[in-house]
């Protein structure tokens, strides 16, 4: 069975910088395309990065330039690295193959305040 574990999340200052952890049990990891999610309170759960099994990466527009995943498939880790963080950042972050293949953790709370 494929658990998904995330952690690394917190309260941080606008402008601070989290990095999130994603470990995964199973032998899919590596050949799979992994991918960061995010659900704010009220609104849908929405795809902010991926990364592809050889590396290739994407992100959504509103993190460009701020946000970095990155993947260590020995280690079996997806991470994600914030830096200059917005209120607008806010929500539980979830980590899960591009198309949500496998049930979902319990996610990482990140929330953004001054």
């Known amino acids: 069975q494929v658990q998904l574990v995330e952690s690394g999340g917190g309260l941080v200052q606008p402008g601070g910088s989290l990095r999130l952890t994603c470990t995964a049990s199973?032998?899919?990891?590596?050949?799979?395309?992994m991918a960061w999610y995010r659900q704010a309170p009220k609104r849908q759960r929405e795809v902010v990065a991926y990364?592809?099994?050889?590396?290739?990466?994407n992100y959504v527009d509103s993190v460009k330039g701020r946000f970095t995943i990155s993947r260590d498939n020995a280690k079996k880790t997806l991470s994600l690295q914030m830096n200059n963080l917005k209120p607008e950042d806010t929500a539980v972050y979830y980590c899960?193959?591009?198309?949500?293949?496998?049930?979902w953790g319990q996610g990482t709370q990140v929330t953004v305040s001054s």
């Open positions: 899960n193959t591009v198309s949500g293949d496998f049930d």
């Open positions: 199973g032998s899919f990891f590596s050949i799979n395309s």
């Open positions: 990364s592809t099994s050889t590396g290739r990466t």
